[in-house]
């Protein structure tokens, strides 16, 4: 079983639409991260949330963890044809060393 | 622009050779780790080194063999892979080891591996 839930796996949009990437579990993590990826590069950090309830932003981007830290949403206002990539949410779990676990990622594409 | 660097970015070998993936980092980060992504599927971790010294291995086959030359260098030998071993071989650091923080990753752009 996947220990995060990202949806939805796939999201096409048209430039200046809004969006929302969800990213939940039935684990409470220390903190979650959220990354983004474009094609034959490597994941760059976004965000890292620690405390239950917080709310970041970072220009369009808004990203939640919930109030239990177990889910965690990217909203992201008026897209850009430079948002599109993979979006990959990480959740961090203590296990004897901090454990670190992807989602499956969400595929975004802005269409101009 | 990434602060740890890979090479070589692309590598095509044959099942009977023998190479290696390079990765720097002089951010003085504590941890070193080598993911394995599939195409259009999340990196899956291989290795964790805290402070120079192998601290995870998620049940990786023995035709990769990590090394840790200092604190700045990770290498990933390889022989005798096989086509599916074919991916995104993405280096990444963190500022202290996972026994400690939760780690916020800083990854390579990676080497693309095909092997024939």
């Known amino acids: 079983t996947q220990l995060l839930e990202q949806s939805p796996q796939f999201l096409s949009i048209q430039e200046g639409e809004n969006l929302t990437v969800y990213c939940n579990s039935s684990?409470?993590?220390?903190?979650l991260q959220w990354y983004r990826q474009e094609p034959g590069e490597g994941p760059v950090l976004l965000v890292t949330?620690?405390?239950?309830?917080e709310v970041k932003k970072l220009k369009r981007l808004t990203f939640q963890f919930g109030d239990a830290r177990k889910d965690s949403s990217l909203h992201i206002t008026a897209a850009q044809p430079g948002d599109t990539g993979l979006y990959l949410c990480a959740g961090s779990m203590w296990a004897g060393s901090y454990q670190l676990t992807f989602g499956k990622g969400t595929k975004l594409s802005v269409i101009p | 622009d990434t602060e740890v660097t890979q090479t070589p970015k692309h590598l095509v070998m044959g099942m009977t050779n023998k190479k290696s993936l390079k990765c720097e980092q002089h951010?003085?980060?504590?941890?070193m780790y080598w993911y394995k992504q599939k195409a259009k599927k999340p990196p899956e971790l291989m290795f964790v080194y805290s402070y120079e010294k192998l601290s995870i291995n998620e049940s990786v086959p023995s035709r990769f063999s990590p090394e840790c030359p200092n604190s700045s260098l990770l290498n990933l030998h390889l022989h005798a892979l096989q086509p599916e071993d074919s991916a995104l071989y993405l280096c990444?650091?963190?500022?202290?080891?996972?026994?400690?923080?939760?780690?916020?990753?800083?990854f390579g752009e990676g080497s693309r591996l095909t092997v024939l």
């Open positions: 684990s409470v993590f220390s903190s």
């Open positions: 990444a650091s963190s500022q202290g080891p996972p026994t400690i923080t939760t780690g916020e990753l800083f």
């Open positions: 951010m003085g980060h504590r941890a």
């Open positions: 949330v620690v405390t239950g309830g």
